[in-house]
């Protein structure tokens, strides 16, 4: 049975860092391509970042600089490290895994499964 | 502003057909690129509901179905049910943004 789990969240200062990870099981998570997706609070959905399975790693605008996205092989385990967080950044990050073997001249395959999400806030 | 427009929110009563439509543009939908949909059930995760414009993922009742023309794509829901109370959200990809693109979301009352 495939699963994400998400961990790592918490209450951060404008500036700070945090790593979130994305432990996998059912799975291997360097053979597929891997996103984080966030949602601040009441609001909808916000793709963040994705790694494919060849480590091509790719960002939105408005974490480019400042976030990273890695996976350990060795753990199964999918991170995202947040630096100089700012205030617009607290939501729930979920990590998702693309449906395999699309087509994808018809665009990116759809996010088949997420974890359960993890809070971060920025605040002071 | 979310790059794809969907209505913030729709209802219906139980037993009734329902749409929820997803509008975009040249560079996303009208560019031939797929629209997926996800429902959202109060404080859960996203789940997969509808990929590739209108293919239903194992598991997911027939009662949902997807469709595109154009720069738009439309989500029907017939047989309405109180569990189908949810948020909704389509996702593209956009070629000028180069990155995948969601829409705002619609609520649904099943009234």
């Known amino acids: 049975e495939v699963q994400l789990v998400e961990s790592g969240g918490g209450l951060v200062q404008p500036g700070g860092s945090l790593r979130l990870s994305c432990a996998a099981s059912?799975?291997?998570?360097?053979?597929?391509?891997m996103s984080w997706v966030r949602q601040a609070p009441g609001k909808g959905l916000e793709w963040v970042s994705v790694?494919?399975?060849?480590?091509?790693?790719y960002y939105a605008d408005s974490v480019k600089g400042r976030f990273t996205i890695s996976r350990d092989n060795s753990k199964n385990t999918l991170y995202l490290q947040m630096n100089s967080l700012r205030a617009e950044d607290t939501a729930v990050y979920y990590c998702?895994?693309?449906?395999?073997?699309?087509?994808?001249?018809?665009?990116?395959?759809?996010?088949?499964?997420w974890g359960q999400g993890t809070l971060v806030t920025v605040s002071s | 502003q979310s790059v794809l427009t969907q209505p913030p929110s729709v209802s219906g009563a139980p037993g009734q057909r329902v749409t929820i439509s997803c509008t975009g543009s040249?560079?996303?939908?009208?560019?031939?690129?797929?629209v997926h949909w996800y429902q959202q059930l109060p404080g859960t995760a996203p789940k997969l509901l509808i990929y590739?414009?209108?293919n239903r993922p194992s598991g997911v009742p027939d009662r949902f179905s997807g469709s595109k023309s154009g720069t738009s794509a439309s989500l029907a829901i017939t047989g309405l049910q109180a569990e189908d109370e949810a948020d909704y959200y389509c996702?593209?990809?956009?070629?000028?943004?180069?990155?995948?693109?969601f829409g705002g979301g619609t609520k649904l009352t099943v009234l």
């Open positions: 040249s560079s996303n939908i009208g560019a031939g690129y797929d």
């Open positions: 790694i494919y399975s060849g480590g091509s790693t």
């Open positions: 059912g799975f291997t998570v360097s053979s597929n391509y």
């Open positions: 998702a895994r693309d449906l395999l073997y699309y087509d994808s001249t018809k665009g990116p395959a759809p996010f088949d499964y």
């Open positions: 590739g414009n209108s």
């Open positions: 996702q593209s990809y956009d070629s000028s943004l180069s990155v995948r693109v």
